[in-house]
């Protein structure tokens, strides 16, 4: 399994690089061409995609745990075949709906501006469609997911993503409006579709259909019963950016919800890193049993995540000014602004908890989550309403970091009460967190006043909260031996450099 987890979040950095590199060329030459406004259209549209939440019922979720502690048996074929005739089922509806009030959506929902209607038809209809193949694929990758296969879904998003942004800008680049950007989409997701429905199939073997007519009700009732709980936490999740998104257009503009999506966009690839390290994290707490063996996995990983995620956080901070003048020709300051403060508080108050997250969603707390987001969506609205009076725009950007750090909170609170630990083992290790961070983030903030060039603001500043932080890491004797074999393997080449940077006493 250590095998397959590792592979699993090498693939999963390797596909977070290229998404990256991708997002942060496309949106530039995106905006550039077909222009801000066409941008804003297209984040708000693409809100449609948020669909798979309804759809989805936890399904998804529910067959990687159910396959994960089942293995291949006549059961898992059976979970197999019935999520997928349960998942054609709900969409035949959904899209038929969306087809017939397609225009109320648009216009009355998203607030698209009858000018731009004829593009956000296209765009619409390409996404709906796009999420009957997304959806049903999902059945698929959960194939691969529950056999500690993640590498090749990590390896064929990165095919997706990679597909997906070069076939955009090809069709903006020959001069093609939004609706050459909706075909491309559509295109992507089909080839997506059809590369994971090969290679889950031929992984998995053949599907047993031999008793499937009298268990059918039985295994309805089990995946229901547990994904319902997790589809209640994923429909209350989508009342937090997607709603935020329509927020923004209804009270303040169309514009604005491209800046806001900007900031969404590069947490999307900042998070994606830890997002897909933690993936394989999934069914391999399914497959756990002893308490002992949660409670220090959730403990342990989130407080080396939480390490990793301190420097990170004072890069971002320090460089995204710069960074985002150099890409963006206009409206550097509220995008940088933007990006700064959404980046940061995912990064520290909801990347850090993802194994708690994980946890509860594995080890039957499914209600809990939906106790998480929906705090999430409250605490979300209940600011913007508050702020939107004195800061206008900004009201979203600190209505979001209000809902991370309130989920923050309570996630911390549950595995207080559920594993009795928390992310540090005392104060004082805290304390030398706090202090790391302070020291490695005021010398990196000291060169940027002092350097003029805009590329050395970026280069310099991170050079120096590396360093830094690998000088006070050591002091503090922050990581230890037994920590880098953990993660890296005992005696290998990777885990004597490591404890030679990182550790402050090695053997």
């Known amino acids: 399994m250590k095998g397959s987890l590792g592979k699993s979040s090498l693939t999963g950095i390797a596909q977070f690089i290229i998404s990256t590199l991708l997002v942060f060329i496309a949106i530039p030459i995106f905006v550039r061409i077909l222009g801000t406004e066409a941008y804003g259209i297209f984040s708000l549209v693409a809100i449609v995609g948020s669909v798979n939440t309804f759809a989805n019922f936890g399904l998804n979720s529910s067959l990687v745990r159910f396959l994960a502690e089942q293995g291949k048996t006549k059961e898992s074929d059976h979970d197999i075949i019935i999520t997928f005739i349960i998942s054609i089922v709900i969409l035949c509806p959904l899209t038929l709906g969306g087809i017939l009030f397609h225009n109320s959506i648009l216009v009355h929902i998203l607030s698209v501006p009858i000018q731009?209607?004829?593009?956000?038809?296209?765009?619409?209809?390409?996404?709906?469609?796009?999420?009957?193949?997304?959806?049903?694929?999902?059945?698929?990758?959960?194939?691969?997911?529950?056999?500690?296969?993640?590498?090749?879904?990590?390896?064929?998003?990165?095919?997706?993503?990679?597909?997906?942004?070069?076939?955009?800008?090809?069709?903006?680049?020959?001069?093609?409006?939004?609706?050459?950007?909706?075909m491309a989409m559509l295109i992507a997701t089909i080839i997506w579709f059809s590369i994971v429905t090969i290679s889950a199939l031929r992984s998995w073997g053949k599907l047993s259909f031999r008793g499937l007519r009298n268990d059918a009700m039985r295994i309805i009732g089990k995946q229901l019963s547990y994904g319902l709980k997790i589809y209640t936490a994923g429909i209350l999740g989508f009342f937090h950016e997607p709603i935020a998104k329509i927020l923004v257009s209804h009270f303040i503009g169309v514009t604005e919800v491209g800046f806001f999506d900007i900031g969404l966009r590069v947490k999307n690839q900042v998070v994606g890193l830890f997002n897909k390290l933690l993936t394989p994290l999934y069914p391999a707490i399914s497959k756990l049993t002893q308490t002992d063996n949660f409670k220090f996995l959730v403990h342990d990983i989130e407080q080396k995540i939480f390490l990793a995620v301190i420097p990170i956080t004072g890069i971002i901070i320090l460089t995204a000014d710069p960074i985002i003048n150099l890409i963006f020709y206009s409206q550097a300051d509220i995008i940088s602004i933007t990006v700064i403060y959404i980046v940061s508080a995912y990064l520290l108050g909801s990347t850090t908890v993802i194994p708690m997250y994980l946890f509860l969603m594995a080890k039957g707390h499914p209600s809990k989550i939906i106790i998480v987001q929906g705090l999430n969506a409250v605490v979300n609205a209940i600011f913007f309403f508050l702020f939107l009076p004195w800061l206008g725009y900004y009201a979203i950007v600190v209505s979001t970091v209000a809902s991370i750090s309130s989920s923050f909170g309570l996630l911390i609170s549950y595995q207080k009460r559920y594993l009795d630990s928390l992310i540090f083992d005392s104060k004082k290790q805290l304390a030398a967190v706090i202090v790391s961070f302070i020291i490695a983030f005021s010398l990196g903030y000291y060169t940027t006043i002092i350097i003029e060039s805009i590329m050395w603001k970026i280069i310099t500043p991170s050079i120096i909260v590396v360093l830094m932080t690998i000088i006070t890491y050591r002091y503090f004797a922050l990581l230890n031996h037994a920590d880098i074999n953990r993660y890296f393997g005992e005696n290998t080449a990777l885990s004597k450099l490591s404890v030679r940077i990182l550790c402050k006493y090695y053997r």
Request: charged share 5%; net charge positive.
């Open 116 to 182: 731009l209607l004829g593009d956000a038809r296209w765009l619409f209809f390409s996404m709906l469609i796009g999420n009957i193949f997304i959806l049903l694929g999902q059945v698929f990758t959960a194939i691969l997911d529950s056999q500690q296969k993640v590498y090749l879904t990590n390896f064929y998003q990165m095919i997706y993503n990679i597909i997906y942004w070069s076939t955009i800008l090809i069709a903006i680049s020959f001069g093609y409006s939004l609706k050459g950007v909706a």
